[in-house]
Each structure stands twice: as C-alpha cells, then as structure tokens.
C-alpha cells in the first residue's frame, strides 16, 4: 500500500482556491482470500452433532447408489416413496452400509442462476429450496443407516452439475454426523474395499469405456485384493450393467423428473427407481429396487 497527497491553487474572481488530492495504491492481501475449505467451514458452522447408538442385525452389508438426484428439478414429494421403501429396507439392519453420492446431487452449480459448472444455461429452480430437500432427504436417510449397522460409510462423488455444490453439502454431512466414515473428495474416480468385494465410484461423464482398465492401474491395491468387481457410475440417466471382463459396470438411472430439455428431446422413456444392493463378504446376493 501505498499512499501520494497533492496540493495546488486555482486562480477565480474571487481569489485563488486551494485543491488537495490524495492517491492511495492498495492491493488484496492474498493471505485474506477465501479458499474453498474456508467457505466449506463456514458452510458447516454452528451445527450441532448428531449421534444415535448403533446396533446391527445381519452379517451383509449393504450399498446405496444415489446417482443424479438433480434437487431443485426433484423435490422432496418425488422421492418421498423411494425413500420409504428404503427405510424399510435399512431397518432390517446390516454391518455395514454405504451410501454413495454419485455425482449431480444438484441441478445447479449456482445459488442465484442454474447452469452446470460449465455455464451451461439450464431450466431456472429454486436452489435454496433444492438445499433444503437435500438435507431432509439426508438427515432422514443417514440417520436411519447409522441405527441399523455398524459401520456408516458415505462415498461422495463430483458430477457435471455441481460438484462444487457437493463438496460443501458434504462438509455439512461431516460436521453433523460424527459417527459416519465420510469420504468427501473432488476427484473424478475413486474405489473402495467392502468386505472382499472391490468397487470403483465415477460420475460416468468422463472415460466410460477405459473404467474396468482405470479400476485395475489406479486403484491397484482395492483391485488384488477384491474377490469380484463392480463399478458404480450414472450422468446418463438411464440403466446399463455389463459384464465386462469380470467386472459388472453398473449404469444407474435416476429419479429426477424428466425437465424441458429432456422432454424437448424425447428423452423420457428410462424408469424412475432406487436402488440397494446387498453383498455378503465376497459378492452381490441381492439387488433391491426401491
């Protein structure tokens, strides 16, 4: 910082006139500047933790795929019967559950416009009430899952939407509930061990072919030690499992209502469903749909 004072006369009919000036050169302190862990901290303050006692009635674990959700098109009302039939489901109580945030939990990536991280335009929504039908949907889901296991893991995956957006509710899930295992991360792959069973997470967007091979080179150890594979993926709105040299890829559909642009393209045919999936310690034994 930097500041220059000047002082000058200017001659009138009246006399001189006495002018003064002051230049002051400033820049931003690059100390001060917001990173995005400082707004995720400010995004989880002064929230209370909440803890609940665990017990669990089985020996399976359980994985819950919620790829594509897109809150502010969908709302509370949509998901409310999958969500149901969930609770149900959970109740009976496993070891472990996982639940996996595949990517575009919202529709956008932006609190007062909607468009993707990309600042691709899309059908306006209200993103506060969005905000709001996450953490309901959440609250109730997560807490169910940790009275009815051992082990809650949460998996958090970035989409095209508003992976920025994610990152933050998640840091939110963090504060609230302690005694959740959550992964909350930016990446555009990542994989887990559940027991023997080995399982790569992706959005779905980006190298959808190359997976099974990316599962193999970059997650090398969840790999060897894995007695089957699977990868959990969406973004494309619609289901797909393949088996693809032993490892089932799963394409997972959504629940969103269709919007203008889906509508638009005739795009409107995939049906709305959740889905669980129930492993004992080396494979899938049950694929519930909710």
């Not at 619609?238 to 203008?260: A, F, M, W, Y």
């Not at 642009?261 to 519930?288: F, H, Q």
Request: hydrophobic share 40%; net charge negative.
């Amino acid at each position: 910082m930097s500041a220059i004072p000047n002082q000058w006369t200017t001659p009138t009919d009246n006399g001189p006139k006495w002018n003064f000036q002051l230049k002051v050169n400033v820049k931003p302190k690059s100390d001060d500047e917001l990173t995005p862990q400082d707004i995720a901290n400010l995004f989880k303050a002064d929230i209370k933790p909440y803890t609940v006692n665990q017990v669990a009635r089985d020996t399976h674990n359980l994985v819950v795929p919620l790829p594509d959700l897109h809150f502010g098109i969908t709302t509370m009302l949509d998901v409310k019967g999958h969500l149901d039939r969930l609770l149900e489901l959970i109740n009976k109580g496993y070891k472990t559950i996982v639940i996996e945030q595949l990517g575009d939990l919202f529709h956008s990536s932006q609190m007062w416009s909607s468009q993707t991280l990309k600042g691709t335009l899309l059908d306006e929504v209200n993103m506060v009430q969005a905000v709001e039908d996450a953490k309901q949907f959440f609250d109730v889901l997560v807490t169910a899952a940790l009275k009815s296991s051992t082990t809650l893991h949460i998996k958090q995956m970035a989409g095209n939407h508003s992976g920025n957006m994610e990152y933050m509710f998640v840091e939110y899930l963090k504060a609230k509930y302690p005694q959740a295992v959550i992964k909350n991360n930016i990446k555009f792959r990542d994989a887990y061990l559940l027991d023997n069973v080995g399982i790569m997470l992706a959005h779905g967007d980006l190298a959808p072919k190359n997976l099974p091979m990316l599962f193999a080179n970059e997650f090398g150890g969840v790999w060897s030690l894995s007695h089957s594979r699977e990868i959990h993926k969406g973004h494309f709105h619609k289901e797909k499992t393949v088996d693809e040299g032993g490892v089932i890829s799963r394409q997972l559909g959504t629940v969103k209502p269709n919007d203008k642009y889906e509508i638009m393209n005739g795009w409107t045919l995939s049906k709305k469903e959740l889905y669980a999936l129930e492993y004992d310690s080396d494979k899938l034994v049950a694929e519930w749909h909710v």
